[in-house]
């Protein structure tokens, strides 16, 4: 059975920094893409990072781009989101995902575009 389960959420200060980790089972992370979406209370699930398969090169949302790197542990079968440099705006559950492609396509993309999402982990920015 293919899943994906995200640990690390939790309160941090703005300013502060937050490591998500995405394990996989399953399958092989490195045969696909896997992307971090957010979904922050009242708005829409946003795609904001994303790592290739094929080069591990990453992708970033406007949002975060600077601030936030994604990195995979091939012989952990882990991705990670480091989050720095966090904001109240930064608050949200975050998911990572797989729509089961090689290339980065989830930053912007709908929701519906994925295959596999993980159970998500809430991550709460505020002093």
């Known amino acids: 059975q293919v899943q994906l389960v995200e640990s690390g959420g939790g309160l941090v200060q703005p300013g502060g920094s937050l490591r998500l980790s995405c394990a996989a089972s399953g399958f092989t992370l490195d045969h696909y893409a896997i992307g971090w979406f957010r979904q922050a209370p009242g708005k829409e699930r946003e795609g904001i990072s994303c790592?290739?398969?094929?080069?591990?090169?990453?992708d970033y949302a406007d949002s975060v781009k600077g601030r936030f790197t994604i990195v995979r542990d091939n012989a952990k079968n882990t991705v990670y989101l480091q989050m720095n440099s966090m904001k109240p705006e930064d608050t949200a559950v975050y998911y990572c995902a797989t729509d089961l492609l090689q290339q980065c396509t989830l930053v912007g993309a709908l929701p519906q575009r994925v295959e596999v999402w993980g159970q998500g982990t809430l991550v709460t920015v505020s002093s």
């Open positions: 790592i290739s398969s094929s080069d591990g090169s990453p």
